[in-house]
């Protein structure tokens, strides 16, 4: 019994630089490797909420105490989700150092 999935799998191959230049464009990056420059298309959509992420303190801080607690914090921001992974010392605030590595 002779199967053609070598030749499936040519054609697919034979084609995927057509389908690769039909991607949308989105942000990009250049760099230049060894064998020459190369650019990379993110395809990825962006974060609806990427703005959380470029958060201060100051900007959520409502008793003025240069932290956050995790009341200070709104239910649907990022921060709230990810409050374990920024509050590097465990101590229940969150400052601007701490933030500062947040991404």
């Known amino acids: 019994m002779k199967t053609r999935a070598p030749l499936a799998c040519l054609a697919l191959l034979a084609t995927a630089p057509a389908l690769a230049q039909n991607v949308e464009s989105g942000p990009q990056t ?17 974060l609806p909420n990427a703005s959380d992420y470029a958060l201060k303190v100051a900007d959520l801080d409502a008793n003025g ?8 914090v709104p239910d649907d921001h990022a921060l709230r989700f990810e409050w374990k992974l ?3 010392n465990r101590d229940g605030y969150v400052t601007d150092d701490e933030l500062a590595n947040w991404k």
């Open 30 to 46: 250049r760099f230049e490797a060894q064998t020459g420059p190369v650019t990379v298309v993110s395809v990825q959509p962006p």
């Open 65 to 72: 105490d240069n932290r956050l607690s995790r009341a200070e």
């Open 86 to 88: 920024v509050d590097r």
